[in-house]
């Protein structure tokens, strides 16, 4: 019971009970050097989910890798600002804190398919993480460590939001062809390496006998060539109409909404591609990472809203030709600058507002069409701050706007026709005049051979 008198309102802040709060928690030292091996492991957590995003067949696991990606980022910058707040110097966040835990986590980016990625990535190396921010809010003091427990508790949600995805995902994905069994035998695998690095808190134990032989002997090259799942038609199929409708005054508002549609639906080529910019740019500032991965976030949302507006309207979206030229052709023919130059100048080709983002938002209004225009209304907001993030960080390469904008357009004159190397023989046909006449109930508004061509493929 407390000495002091009470009014009935609960004492410092509600945050605990004074008795709660008389207790031993960990000491600042300890608490940093657990905050730079949550940090680190965070940080790794995002690299595993951007390795495999783009190779990754399945279009759900496509739209949770880049949503976790973010939050894990979101966490290590959180984690790396409160380690700054608590030691002068600030001890190193860009370096590993432990030779054997990076091992470990190595060891993790190795999964041969999504199954092991989801048994491991997330239902060990996540789940284990998840377990030691519940064992430090349950040691640590209440009152003097609350910053570093606001961390925690908000990245702990992320972390269950996640894992609750996860183990759905698993059981539907490896119920079959004996992949459940391989899968455990990947995270026992895991589970010992990680032991052997004394688990998420550390640190490493003494010698813990014979580890299982690791699949990490060579440096990790990640598959950055994108891939749709065997519902999806038209991969190949680069001449993608919405592209050169949209804007188009000849053709009506609800099928130039349509094609906005289409086009936003299309865009998780534009994620496939961002991944392999964050992984081959390591030498690149930690702020550089955490903007791009949430303009990554930002695309791939934009994807999904188009899903939505066609699942909306009873229509089955992945029999659109959703290809992955975009992606391809940058990620197999362009430096990972290159791409990031180019992303830039298609963000500042949407900004014009008589042809830009607010002419899209405008175009769905006019369609008559609220939940579009929804959309468009976030998708604008979103593009003005990825303007900013390519902006700022190509500055930092000595590239001005002018300047990028013409090296874009060169990047895209250069690399676009490669696709020719890999067009699919057959054309899906007029696919575009078939979901039309379905949604819209009138013929497209021109004809294949009237459609001009862009002089750059925007988003």
């Not at 009873?314 to 990620?331: H, K």
Request: aromatic share 8%.
């Amino acid at each position: 019971m407390s000495a002091a008198r009470s009014l009935g309102v609960p004492e410092l802040a509600g945050l605990a009970s004074y008795q709660e709060a008389a207790r031993i928690g960990h000491s600042v030292d300890e608490t940093v050097r657990l905050l730079l091996r949550y940090q680190w492991i965070e940080r790794w957590l995002m690299r595993d989910l951007l390795s495999h995003l783009t190779a990754e067949p399945v279009w759900e696991l496509k739209c949770g890798y880049a949503l976790h990606q973010w939050q894990d980022g979101l966490h290590a910058d959180a984690l790396r600002r409160r380690i700054g707040e608590m030691r002068h110097p600030v001890p190193p966040l860009d370096k590993s804190p432990d030779e054997s835990l990076d091992r470990a986590l190595d060891e993790s980016l190795r999964s041969a398919d999504h199954v092991e990625l989801l048994a491991g990535s997330y239902l060990l190396v996540r789940e284990a993480l998840a377990l030691a921010y519940r064992e430090h809010l349950a040691r640590s003091n209440p009152l003097v460590d609350q910053p570093t427990r606001r961390v925690l508790r908000s990245a702990l949600l992320d972390h269950e939001d996640a894992l609750r995805w996860s183990r759905v995902a698993f059981e539907a994905l490896a119920a079959h062809d004996g992949r459940a069994n391989r899968a455990g035998s990947w995270q026992s695998h895991l589970r010992a390496w990680l032991e052997a690095a004394g688990g998420i808190a550390g640190p490493a134990p003494g010698p813990t006998g014979t580890l299982p032989p690791p699949r990490a002997r060579e440096p990790f090259v990640p598959d950055f060539r994108p891939r749709r799942d065997a519902r999806f038609t038209g991969q190949y199929e680069f001449d993608f109409p919405p592209h050169v409708l949209y804007n188009d005054p000849r053709v009506p508002a609800d099928e130039r909404n349509l094609a906005l549609l289409a086009k936003r639906t299309l865009e998780m080529d534009v994620p496939e591609m961002m991944a392999s910019i964050l992984v081959e740019r390591p030498e690149q500032a930690w702020e550089f990472r955490l903007d791009y991965s949430r303009q990554l976030w930002d695309e791939a949302r934009h994807a999904m809203m188009g899903s939505v507006a066609f699942e909306a309207r009873g229509v089955d979206w992945t029999r659109m030709p959703l290809n992955v030229g975009f992606s391809l052709r940058l990620n197999l023919h362009a430096t990972p600058l290159e791409r990031q130059i180019l992303l830039f100048a298609i963000e500042q080709s949407l900004m014009p507002g008589e042809t830009g983002k607010r002419s899209e938002y405008r175009t769905a209004v006019e369609a008559g069409d609220p939940l579009s225009a929804h959309f468009h209304d976030y998708d604008w907001a979103d593009e003005v701050l990825h303007a900013q993030i390519g902006r700022r960080w190509l500055r930092q390469e000595g590239i001005e706007p002018e300047r990028a904008i013409e090296q874009g357009e060169a990047i895209h004159q250069r690399t676009w026709p490669l696709l020719a190397g890999y067009r699919a023989p057959e054309s899906p046909g007029e696919w575009w005049n078939d979901l039309v006449l379905r949604v819209l109930g009138h013929p497209a508004a021109l004809r294949p051979e009237d459609r001009a061509q862009l002089s750059i493929i925007a988003e």
